[in-house]
């Protein structure tokens, strides 16, 4: 197309206040601020202009008024949205830190909706009337929960276990075991998180093998703490060797140094009754003698994100004393939701319902083929003969930095289509409302079926109607 015939077609696009009286814009006034559609029209128009003036060739239907307020009121719609909203997890990763880890369970919901409609007595004594303290609205329940003598919390692990460092070992030695030096999500370094506490890192035997001896030899007079660190998010296999918790404990008695474990995930059921290889218990750890144990509450407990912290009284009170805890600590909506997802741990049988990481994980694979059946009869329903829907069998993952190696089988919903790339139809269905996220694989677009609810499929077959009419 010649450069002045683009720009031709580019002066004669309609004009803003033209387009702001189609039916479809006006329309949306009263749901979409004014100022809101305007933004949108002319983001439309210029990206209009843009494309044209880069050698796009619009039919005369691509640069109508209709056409092109059409495009402007999908895109008010989008602004208009929460950029944080709810997303449908069709990925099969339990735990997917990009899409908020831990769904909450209902009474964790119901409580956060109540603490956040009105005021609360975050930090009111009912009995005296006078100040009191947040932590406790959960201390006492976690400890309980994890056979300690106290509980605390702050805002994620990373953040319990730099408290732990700060209030034990500032200015002094830690020591840990050069394999268990871990990178978390982020670029975050066992390393650097232990270089702001002010604790100096001490690391001893090799990546795979390391020795009681290790440790003991060691030992100085700027020895304040042994860290023991679960490396949760990866696995050595091989000729490999660590030191339990127990042993080091002793270790740490005969030479009176406290010992920390950061256990990361935090599971408080043996996995090993889902089939997968168990994840070390926070009660296991307390058991074994442990001063302080540190994990997450959005992991594999279920609950809000949540760096909590158990282990002997004295430790714990020293900890919550600590100038920086103030910085670091949980607002109400954490708490409430915390406590209400704690309370669920006390009744073992409906545990399992009641909290829904521990309900996908637990998920019986018929279930799974059943909605996967449904969702199939669906969208091959409302695709006809423009995509191929078929039921196939997949893993699921519980991810999170959670049981790294472990895969649950699964059935996914494998969608293919010869007009669309697999990558395409991707980007379709996260670009629907609420985005829909699965993966690709083999040409295909993929949904596990284990992280779906049923009640999130009706808006997965909208989604592909709207998808496949286009």
Same mark, same amino acid.
């Given at each position: 197309?010649?450069?002045?015939?683009?720009?031709?077609?580019?002066?004669?696009?309609?004009?803003?206040?033209?387009?702001?009286?189609?039916?479809?814009?006006?329309?949306?006034?009263?749901?979409?601020?004014?100022?809101?559609?305007?933004?949108?029209?002319?983001?439309?128009?210029?990206?209009?202009?843009?494309?044209?003036?880069?050698?796009?060739?619009?039919?005369?239907?691509?640069?109508?008024?209709?056409?092109?307020?059409?495009?402007?009121?999908?895109?008010?719609?989008?602004?208009?949205?929460?950029?944080?909203?709810?997303?449908?997890?069709?990925?099969?990763?339990?735990?997917?830190?990009?899409?908020?880890?831990?769904?909450?369970?209902?009474?964790?919901?119901?409580?956060?909706?109540?603490?956040?409609?009105?005021?609360?007595?975050?930090?009111?004594?009912?009995?005296?009337?006078?100040?009191?303290?947040?932590?406790?609205?959960?201390?006492?329940?976690?400890?309980?929960?994890?056979?300690?003598?106290?509980?605390?919390?702050?805002?994620?692990?990373?953040?319990?276990?730099?408290?732990?460092?700060?209030?034990?070992?500032?200015?002094?030695?830690?020591?840990?075991?050069?394999?268990?030096?871990?990178?978390?999500?982020?670029?975050?370094?066992?390393?650097?998180?232990?270089?702001?506490?002010?604790?100096?890192?001490?690391?001893?035997?090799?990546?795979?093998?390391?020795?009681?001896?290790?440790?003991?030899?060691?030992?100085?007079?700027?020895?304040?703490?042994?860290?023991?660190?679960?490396?949760?998010?990866?696995?050595?296999?091989?000729?490999?060797?660590?030191?339990?918790?127990?042993?080091?404990?002793?270790?740490?008695?005969?030479?009176?140094?406290?010992?920390?474990?950061?256990?990361?995930?935090?599971?408080?059921?043996?996995?090993?009754?889902?089939?997968?290889?168990?994840?070390?218990?926070?009660?296991?750890?307390?058991?074994?003698?442990?001063?302080?144990?540190?994990?997450?509450?959005?992991?594999?407990?279920?609950?809000?994100?949540?760096?909590?912290?158990?282990?002997?009284?004295?430790?714990?009170?020293?900890?919550?004393?600590?100038? +920086? *805890? !103030? &910085?670091? #600590?949980?607002?109400?909506?954490? @708490?409430?939701?915390?406590?209400?997802?704690? /309370?669920?741990?006390? $009744?073992?049988?409906?545990?399992?319902?009641?909290?829904?990481?521990?309900?996908?994980?637990?998920?019986?694979?018929?279930?799974?083929?059943?909605?996967?059946?449904?969702?199939?009869?669906?969208?091959?329903?409302?695709?006809?003969?423009?995509?191929?829907?078929?039921?196939?069998?997949?893993?699921?993952?519980?991810?999170?930095?959670?049981?790294?190696?472990?895969?649950?089988?699964?059935?996914?919903?494998?969608?293919?289509?010869?007009?669309?790339?697999?990558?395409? +139809? *991707? !980007? &379709?269905? #996260?670009?629907?409302?609420?985005? @829909?996220?699965?993966?690709?694989?083999?040409? /295909?677009?993929?949904? $596990?079926?284990?992280?779906?609810?049923?009640?999130?499929?009706?808006?997965?077959?909208?989604?592909?109607?709207?998808?496949?009419?286009?």
């Amino acid at each position: 197309m010649a450069k002045d015939t683009r720009r031709d077609i580019v002066r004669n696009l309609p004009a803003v206040e033209k387009l702001l009286n189609t039916p479809v814009l006006k329309e949306l006034v009263g749901i979409v601020p004014r100022g809101t559609i305007v933004s949108a029209v002319r983001q439309t128009l210029d990206r209009l202009r843009a494309k044209i003036l880069d050698g796009w060739a619009p039919t005369a239907d691509d640069i109508s008024s209709e056409c092109i307020a059409d495009q402007a009121r999908k895109l008010a719609l989008r602004l208009n949205s929460p950029s944080l909203r709810k997303a449908i997890n069709g990925t099969g990763i339990i735990l997917h830190t990009g899409l908020g880890r831990a769904v909450l369970p209902e009474a964790a919901l119901a409580a956060l909706n109540a603490v956040a409609a009105g005021h609360s007595n975050l930090e009111t004594d009912l009995e005296t009337g006078g100040r009191g303290s947040r932590d406790v609205h959960f201390g006492r329940l976690l400890a309980d929960v994890c056979g300690a003598e106290a509980g605390f919390a702050v805002n994620n692990n990373a953040a319990a276990v730099l408290l732990a460092l700060n209030t034990l070992a500032n200015g002094k030695e830690a020591i840990v075991s050069r394999g268990q030096l871990v990178e978390i999500g982020g670029s975050f370094r066992l390393p650097d998180i232990m270089a702001r506490s002010g604790a100096r890192l001490v690391e001893v035997g090799t990546t795979n093998h390391t020795r009681l001896d290790d440790y003991e030899a060691a030992i100085s007079d700027q020895t304040a703490l042994i860290l023991r660190v679960h490396t949760s998010n990866f696995r050595i296999v091989g000729f490999t060797s660590e030191v339990p918790i127990r042993d080091l404990v002793q270790l740490g008695r005969r030479y009176n140094i406290p010992v920390a474990e950061d256990l990361g995930s935090g599971a408080l059921v043996d996995m090993a009754r889902f089939g997968l290889k168990g994840e070390p218990l926070v009660q296991d750890s307390i058991k074994a003698g442990a001063d302080v144990v540190t994990f997450s509450g959005d992991k594999l407990l279920g609950g809000p994100q949540a760096g909590l912290v158990v282990g002997r009284r004295e430790i714990v009170d020293a900890m919550a004393g600590n100038p +920086l *805890a !103030r &910085a670091l #600590r949980v607002d109400k909506l954490t @708490i409430a939701a915390l406590e209400s997802t704690l /309370r669920l741990y006390a $009744d073992p049988e409906t545990l399992f319902s009641a909290v829904p990481t521990l309900r996908f994980i637990g998920r019986p694979l018929k279930d799974v083929h059943r909605s996967a059946g449904r969702l199939q009869r669906a969208i091959a329903k409302v695709a006809a003969d423009r995509a191929r829907v078929e039921v196939a069998d997949g893993f699921s993952e519980v991810g999170g930095g959670s049981l790294p190696g472990e895969h649950l089988p699964t059935k996914l919903l494998a969608i293919s289509s010869p007009s669309v790339d697999a990558a395409d +139809l *991707a !980007r &379709a269905f #996260r670009m629907a409302e609420p985005p @829909i996220f699965g993966r690709v694989g083999d040409g /295909r677009f993929l949904l $596990d079926l284990r992280t779906i609810g049923d009640d999130e499929i009706p808006n997965i077959v909208r989604a592909a109607e709207e998808i496949f009419r286009q």
